[in-house]
């Protein structure tokens, strides 16, 4: 029986990295984010992935559509046994937090907190409506920044902190019914996303800001959430885990 992810936000940069991952270990794989189908990172990451893969339009923002999406996926799949929550968006704005606009505010928390937490309500019923013994599970990719603060962008690290939270609430609620829910938080990872900050993140790199000496590759998250999907970790359900060469070390 094939077991089914679907990964948001997995048309590029860790998205990409982790369903690659899955696909590799023998999931299909449904990929879904606002982009257009025939969009170049689309169109690159399907031609990646192959046919283990199908991409699904759909904004985090439509809540009323979440349903529509499952039952889309589950038409060309199955049912899905593994979400990774993992699209977001950065802060409209870097800048003063005492600038912030409410708009820009809400925009953030509305893909990366609100659509997120509804995303996964909706996956959440259907799994226990899921008969046999597929193990499922929810994994949260959320960000260093739901414990350190960067203050140029509060939006973005109040929207971490609250899925951390959402994390936890979904690890105890899923508990009983041996649904897993796993939080990771990457570092700084080499993606489209980082490549305006490249120069001056590789500098602080060198100078020791990741005690790993390296920029986190998106394979590097795909690789943990392998073992989450597959039920090998399936007791330390609730669990955070820092993918970020060690920068959220506490340090003197």
Not at 86 to 105: E, H, K, S, T, Y
Not at 154 to 163: D, H, I, L, Q, R
Not at 236 to 243: K, P
């Amino acid at each position: 029986m094939s077991r089914i992810a679907l990964v948001t936000g997995g048309q590029r940069g860790i998205g990409l990295g982790i369903a690659d991952a899955l696909v590799t270990a023998g999931y299909k794989v449904a990929l879904a984010s606002r982009s257009r189908p025939d969009s170049p990172d689309v169109v690159a990451a399907l031609q990646q992935l192959g046919s283990d893969a199908a991409y699904f339009t759909h904004d985090l923002q439509d809540i009323e559509g979440h349903a529509s999406l499952f039952e889309k996926v589950e038409r060309q799949f199955g049912q899905v046994s593994t979400l990774v929550s993992n699209a977001g968006v950065p802060a409209r704005v870097r800048g003063d937090m005492l600038d912030i606009q409410p708009d820009n505010f809400d925009f953030v928390l509305g893909i990366n907190l609100r659509g997120a937490f509804f995303l996964a309500q909706e996956a959440a019923r259907r799994m226990l409506e899921m008969s046999g013994d597929a193990y499922r599970s929810i994994t949260f990719v959320t960000s260093v920044s739901a414990s350190m603060v960067s203050v140029e962008r509060a939006e973005y690290c109040v929207s971490k902190a609250g899925a951390a939270m959402m994390a936890e609430l979904f690890a105890v609620r899923l508990a009983p019914h041996g649904v897993g829910v796993f939080e990771l938080r990457p570092g700084i990872i080499e993606t489209g996303m980082t490549e305006g900050v490249k120069d001056k993140y590789t500098a602080r790199i060198e100078g020791g800001l990741v005690p790993a000496q390296r920029w986190g590759q998106p394979e590097d998250i795909g690789s943990i959430v392998v073992p989450i999907a597959d039920g090998r970790m399936a007791f330390a359900t609730g669990s955070a885990i820092n993918v970020d060469g060690g920068l959220a070390i506490p340090r003197l």
